[in-house]
């Protein structure tokens, strides 16, 4: 018998690197990452055990609703109400928090606190210094209970190691209702089928509106119980709440270990069984959580970075992990999904399906990463994208749990795909992804699978005007300024697909509404500016003036949208009246008062430099673009602040939102030494490298070395550059030059090259 358990474990640790598609790294990168990094200020990271892109993230929740609860955890709290499985990863607004766990010892409180409080009765006090995080891991324990708890994880399940003391009352408090934002429970199903085994069933409302998770757990002691299943107000006289918890009791000698494997599946309950029973077979706690650090020590270790500065390594390591956090896998181990049409339908374990996709945020540097680092399991995004629009009749723009959010703007589905394609990455259906960006670009409310209430933010009449009339008045829709500009982006990348694949008319098409920014531009002002159906600037106008997504931008102000043109930057500095002028209203950008204005002013509006906002992405291009006019020196000054000053190894090191993976992924390429300005054009832009030393291990086993000479906190600025011995005269170089191996030289220098001193 021990045999067999053995033979079934060494299994499943097989199967584990197989899905991660490596073997235990060499060095233990793991080691440098701080999970905590995000958890504070608003960052809305977690520090809970997950494998990269995982289905499950098993994670503590410290509080329930607000901006700062997105992800569950906030590192200023002192109370965790438990752990539940499904977690978002720096977002913006909330969701997930399902089927949370909580050990208890003593009466089992689950009456509720009311509706305005961050915490649930049987919440439990908890010390930092009694906490750890590690990738792949989490422990904490829990004061109220004197529960040690520790959690570790598969791709589709999770195992949590409790040590209870001497306890004639332990137990348990499985909460099924409990989600964080309060969501409307819809549907709820919570079944105990043995006395070591639940399994439930829910559909919530909220910002998915059809969030189906199911879910399975196994106790490795028999428990008994009671289902709380009553209807209850959160406040006296409130509303009365659909209500599904199971408390379990049994009794505990000290320091017995419990264990739990949880499985969870947006297909059904069996589903969710069946992810436990193909990777998690045994009850070896360390054997999965080893399996797991070693996962991560495959992600980690396709970069090096030579530094003497153990926090910069950190940061950097943790920015790594970031991006390995999500997109999150969606096919159950027997290779069932669920489909944007709500409905299961049978795939492949060998091309699964994924979801949370933050397009907004992540086409500008987290994908283009992805092409340089994980190439292939990009592809596989695409492929995930092209079937959605497949069900669902259009590109999401941010996906979630096979569900339309209709959040952001833009269709930038093109973007990752003309990137990836012109790169020479091809693994996907391209016929088939074209039609589809041009689908995305047109005006069409038809054969949509969405809420009522998301379709005009899917598919806002923002489109119809700008190919109607060639632009988007400002009394006709919201954040037009914004929409028109990254719509002018977008239809470039499909003006380049067109090219690229011989279709002449619609090349001219999107090329030519590629051009549309030129409209927004108010000479008088200098700023991108709205313009109404009558072709008269909206007054007053005032360009540090923000009412959060009511306004002419989305999540910003005329001084940070008025340079999102990506794919035309000279066309942007002719319109500005050449090169001195744009330098200088590029120059006044950094130097302007940081003060904002206005009665909703977003929050999303930090990291400020100046009027600069590295808090939030359509500022993250910006500081590259001196390369493009021929001053390099500016680039680089900029980039050393921002790396210096908007990151930090501590909770509160992140200037804004992490947006799956999107803030750490212009940290990683930045600290490398390059950023590509405009995905779709696989040019990189040199900036200012952290690390004396940088190599990327390419997929064919080359190598792409970036190596600092004379690197240190005074010598910002590059004096030198040689790609493979060849001196640049510019500072860029292409996605070939990487993909080919090679090393590019910097040589560093405390002065500034081509300044007039």
Known sequence: MKKDMKNNLMGAVLLLFGMYGCMPAEQDYASYVNPFIGTGGHGHTYPGAVVPNGMIQPSPDTRIYQWDACSGYYYADSLINGFSHTHLSGTGCGDYGDVLLMPTVGRQDYYSMGEKSQQMAYASAFSHDNETAQPGYYSVFLDRYKVRAELTATKRAAIHRYTFPKAEDAGFILDLDYSLQRQKNEEMELEVISDTEIQGRKKTVYWAFDQYINFYAKFSKPFTYTLVTDSMALDAGGPLLPTAKALLQFQTADNEQVFVKVGVSAVDMEGARKNVEAEIPAWDFDNVRSAAREAWNGYLSKIDIKTKDADQRAMFYTALYHTG??????????????????????????????????????FRAYHPLMTIIEPELNQAFIRSLVLKQHEGGIFPMWELAGNYTGTMIGYHAASVIADAYVKGYRDFDVETAYKACIRAAEYD??????????????????????????????????????????????????????????????QEKYATFAKAYQVYFDASTRFMRGLDSDGNWRTPFNPRSSNHRNDDYCEGTAWQWTWFVPHDIDGLVRLMGGREAFIGKLDSLFVADSALEGDMVSADISGLIGQYAHGNEPSHHIAHLYNYVEQPWR???????????????????????????????????????????????PVYSIGRPMFDKATVKLQDGKRFTVIAHNNSRENKYVQKMLLNGRELEKPFFTHKDIVDGGTLELTMGSKPVGKDL
């Open 325 to 362: 956090m999500q997109p999150n896998l969606f096919t159950d181990a027997d290779g069932r999904y669920l489909g944007m049409d709500l409905k299961p339908h049978q795939g492949s374990v060998e091309n699964p399906v994924y979801t949370v996709f933050s397009l907004w945020d992540t």
């Open 445 to 506: 409310t038809t054969g949509i699978l969405c809420p009522p209430l998301v379709l005009p933010h899917l598919m806002p009449q923002a489109k119809y005007w700008k190919n109607k009339i060639g632009y988007v008045p400002c009394d006709k829709d919201n954040e037009s300024v914004a929409k028109a500009l990254e719509y002018a982006y977008d239809d470039w990348c499909i003006s380049v697909l067109a090219e690229a694949l011989g279709d002449e008319v619609n």
């Open 635 to 681: 680039t680089q000054e900029l980039v050393d602040e921002v790396l210096h000053t908007l990151y930090f190894n501590d909770p509160d090191g992140l200037s804004g939102n992490e947006d799956c993976g999107q803030m750490s992924a212009w940290f990683i390429l930045n600290s490398m030494g390059f950023y590509q300005v405009c995905p779709g054009n």
